[in-house]
């Protein structure tokens, strides 16, 4: 089976340092995959590369088995791009910047029409089609941005930091888009936030300084990244010696007089040590739940099994 998207020891170079080194990616299916990363991890070089806007310093790229050095023009027509910042221009409609997309994507004349007006209700944006760009809210922006992205109909979308600045309304929304959108083709998104990832995506490639730290399911990154603390609530706070003394507890930080957050190793029979404990001493814990790590403790509990 051809894959939708292939690459093969991609590495970049920005004058002297090496941005991304050796990514290896295949992505054979519909559903949203996510690019997992800190600030400064790769996840744009990576797309850039993909979407034939940077010219990678080796390996290669392959869209729909096309190289896509070799016949950019027809692996590009695999291929709808949401870069970090949309290039909308805002002094054009919503069907004059969709029309122009289509043109430069140089989509047959009479094609056009039908294929404007099928973004637009994809998209939720039929009423705005006469308003000017820049009288429409960030939401409704990022929706021409996904319209064009969508409007030759792609078997890849590739979005860069898609839901970044969108206010808590318009991210609802921007996630039921995405996920409407991916039931049909893959859509590779990036993001630094790894419960964005949680909510939208099936499978998981994680990238930190340059290089593929970790690809699976989502399910299996769940299993791979241990808790190491948990949030209790207490309604008579004990003193941080007093949890300390519990087996496996190492450290204990108060966040208000009466939450805290316990940070342990080995088993997670730590909190029913806890509570036992509590019982005995009369600390009448309220709430305990086990917390998956910080972004950055995952990346170095990542990086360092992959390193053994
Ligand atoms: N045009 C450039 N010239 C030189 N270095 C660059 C350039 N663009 C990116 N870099 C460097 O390459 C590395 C990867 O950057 P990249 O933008 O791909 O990361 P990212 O994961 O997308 O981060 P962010 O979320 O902050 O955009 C970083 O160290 C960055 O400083």
């Given amino acids: ?26 992505l054979n299916q519909a559903g949203v995959i996510g690019l997992l ?29 096309i190289d896509l050095r070799e016949d950019p023009e027809l692996a590009k027509q695999n291929i709808g791009f949401l870069p970090q910042n949309p290039p909308l221009y805002t ?65 890849l979308v590739v979005m860069d930091e898609p839901t970044n600045g969108l206010d808590p309304n318009q991210l609802i929304e921007a996630r039921k888009l995405i996920k409407e959108i991916a039931q049909e083709r893959t859509v590779l998104l990036s993001s630094h936030i790894l419960s964005e990832i949680h909510l939208l995506c099936r499978e998981v490639i994680m990238i930190e300084g340059g290089r593929i730290i970790f690809s699976d399911s989502m399910d299996a990154f769940n299993n791979y990244v241990q808790p190491h603390s948990l949030l209790v609530r ?45 019982g005995k001493q009369d600390w009448r814990i309220r709430e305990i739940s086990l917390e998956k790590g910080m972004l950055d403790d995952i990346f170095k509990q990542l990086s360092s099994k992959s390193l053994q």
């Avoid at 998207?5 to 004058?15: A, I, P």
């Avoid at 007006?117 to 994809?122: T, V």
């Avoid at 003394?245 to 009466?258: P, S, Y």
């Fill in 234 to 278: 207490f309604e008579n706070p004990p003193s941080v010696a007093d949890i300390q003394a519990v087996h496996g507890v190492n450290k204990v930080e108060f966040l208000t007089g009466k939450q805290a957050r316990v940070f342990f190793e080995g088993d997670e029979e730590i909190a029913e040590r806890i509570i036992d404990a509590g």
């Fill in 1 to 26: 089976m051809t894959s939708i998207l292939k690459t093969v020891q991609l590495s970049h170079k920005y004058s002297s340092s090496w941005a991304i080194r050796d990514i290896n990616l295949e």
């Fill in 37 to 65: 990363g800190s600030n400064g991890a790769g996840k744009s070089t990576t797309m850039n590369i993909i979407c034939g806007v940077l010219n990678q310093t080796e390996g290669s790229v392959f869209i729909n088995g």
């Fill in 91 to 155: 002094d054009l409609t919503v069907d004059e910047f969709l029309t122009y997309t289509a043109e430069l994507r140089k989509m047959e004349k009479h094609t056009i029409r039908e294929a404007v007006n099928e973004a637009k209700e994809k998209v939720g944006i039929t009423h705005f089609s006469t308003r000017l760009i820049k009288n429409l809210s960030g939401g409704y922006r990022q929706r021409v941005g996904i319209a064009q992205a969508i409007i030759h109909k792609p078997k």
